[in-house]
């Protein structure tokens, strides 16, 4: 059965069908429209910011503005006292002129290169003055220091009689080699060990451990009373002479020397100061203040033992001459060379 096209129900069906197409209008209209307010939203902040651009832009130019008429009132203020300072000027020439004429001649270039030549010789000398007197206070300190230390109350009266270094050698006595060196730390104030005291007990036991004994404070007393003794020919104002020039020297210039000029050896062989490990053997510790890099090679040695094995040497660093002090850097069994090893 069909429907006609006609009569209530199809009334119905175009007029829901009419509400729909309306409805979706509508929406449409709705969606057109919040895009349109989006977009002139968009636009309304875009148009702001130009705004405050160009805003800041006058302000800019308003601040140059017055700073250009600022300084325009400040010339026309310039040009308006012209006359006055061209006066002013005119009444000074006379004086300038005057003041002129009455200045010396300027010196020619060769004779202020005289004067700087002249000025630099002098200022050379005084430096060398003041480090010659600098030099002879600090060696007269030492050897003051060193004479008090040696000088206190507790000496034995026994001393009195003897030399300073037969006096210093009595007071290093000890019943082990680390002693004597410990003893020379406390009373030889010219002397700076660093050597491995460690060393000392592969001798201790020896036989000749004694005499090794005898002859290391005998050796350590007269490099103390030699420090000494040069820093007082220093600090009187002259310089050392000859027999103070080494230890060597002092030793041969004794009359009764404690320790012989031919245990005193001032180099090594050709094996053992240039090879490798010869080198390496006597590069020893010393303080920054004598060697930045806290290392010296010490060729410079005393034989304490004779030369069958150990044959026990102490090498040393001979710093007199600039600090005052000798730095005992190693002390123990022979070190390396072509004929002992």
């Given amino acids: 059965m069909s429907i006609s096209p ?9 007029n829901e069908e009419s509400r729909a197409e309306v409805g979706r209008l509508l929406e449409e209209a709705v969606e057109v429209g919040e895009k349109a307010a989006d977009a002139a ?3 309304v902040e875009l148009h702001k910011k130009e705004a405050d651009k160009y805003k800041r832009l006058a302000e800019m130019e308003r601040g140059r503005r017055r700073e250009v008429e600022a300084r325009l009132r ?39 290169l005289a004067r700087l030549e002249a000025t630099e010789k002098d200022r050379d000398a005084f430096a060398e003055l003041l480090e010659t007197a600098t030099q002879e206070r600090d060696a007269a300190l030492r050897a003051r220091d060193a004479a008090i230390a040696r000088l206190q109350p507790h000496r034995r009266e026994d001393e009195q009689s003897q030399g300073d270094a037969e006096a210093l050698k009595a007071r290093l006595h000890a019943p082990t080699l680390r002693g004597v060196l410990e003893q020379a730390q406390r009373h030889c104030s ?5 050597a491995d ?29 030699y420090a000494e ?14 027999e103070l020039a080494n230890l060597k020297a002092y030793c041969t210039s ?18 053992a100061s240039s090879s490798p490990r010869g080198k390496a053997q006597r590069t ?58």
């Fill in 284 to 341: 020893l510790r010393v303080p920054e203040h004598i060697d930045s890099s806290g290392k010296a090679v010490m060729l410079e040695h005393i034989r304490i033992g004779d030369g069958a094995p150990p044959a026990p040497r102490l090498h040393y660093l001979d710093d007199t001459n600039r600090s005052g002090q000798l730095v005992i850097g190693f002390f123990g069994d022979h070190r390396y060379n072509a004929g002992t090893n």
């Fill in 197 to 225: 005291m460690d060393e000392t007990k592969k001798l201790e036991h020896h036989q000749k451990a004694p005499h090794w004994r005898d002859r290391l404070a005998a050796t350590l007393a007269t490099m103390q009373v």
């Fill in 229 to 242: 003794t040069k820093d007082l020919a220093q600090a009187r104002g002259g310089r050392a002479g000859p």
């Fill in 6 to 14: 006609f009569g209530p129900a199809a009334d119905r069906a175009r």
């Fill in 190 to 194: 010219s002397l700076v060990i660093t």
């Fill in 74 to 112: 400040t010339c026309s203020k310039l040009l308006g006292e012209g006359p006055d300072l061209e006066a002013k000027f005119n009444s000074m020439i006379p004086d300038l002129v005057q003041a002129a004429a009455s200045l010396p001649p300027p010196p020619e270039v060769s004779e202020l």
């Fill in 41 to 43: 939203k968009k636009l």
């Fill in 254 to 271: 004794q009359s009764f020397p404690l320790l012989a000029e031919d245990k005193v050896i001032l180099s090594e062989g050709q094996t």
